[in-house]
């Protein structure tokens, strides 16, 4: 099993463990509450420039928490929902059901290409992995995200400037200056981090020219 396979088989298994502990709920995505899952939300979706149409990945959907923020938000789109989890699909779909302009799966082979891509809070659990393997892991994803998006992709992390007492060993926290730099030099001129909410993370919109 490659390096990569395992990290998934691993994180797959820590989240469907969540969601089947907690359910429908922030912490059944490993969220503490549904303000800072919102606030996310609102950071992420200043990627979204179209405010007629336009297509979304919702990279680690969960149970699609998302999809009702959009809904509330924009009228006319169409949404995939992608978890390496099967029981975040199962979640998803039962809450759901899939039509024409919703979808879920857990095959990111059954994605095609979309005009943004969000993905919040992916970045954040390592587990035992190390920092640097962690990081290689995170960038692998962020070019997959990139392949699949023609208009732009956000996504945020827990920043190395968090406190170290309120550190822990199990998450990640990715220094928001590297990430600007890998993104403005891999992906497209028009870069903005943002870094000025009130959570210890940050979150990176590429727009696509």
Known sequence: MSDHKKIDKDITNYYSNKILTHGNSPQGVDWN??????????????????????????????????????????????????????????????????????????????????????????????????????REYTLSILNKINSLSSKGFSFNCLTSYSDQSKKRNDLYYADPLFFFDYCKNSFSKRITLIHDYDLYEFTILVIKE
């Open 33 to 134: 509450g549904e303000e800072s899952q919102v606030l996310r939300f609102k950071e992420l979706s200043k990627v979204i420039k179209d405010r007629s149409t336009f297509s979304l990945l919702d990279y680690g959907c969960g149970y699609a928490a998302y999809l009702d923020f959009l809904s509330k938000k924009f009228k006319n789109f169409k949404y995939y929902g992608f978890d390496l989890s099967s029981e975040m699909i199962k979640a998803s779909r039962e809450r759901i059901p899939d039509t024409s302009d919703c979808s879920f799966s857990s095959s990111i082979e059954n994605i095609p290409m979309v005009d943004y891509v969000i993905a919040s809070g992916v970045f954040n659990v390592k587990l035992d992995n190390d920092s640097s393997r962690w």
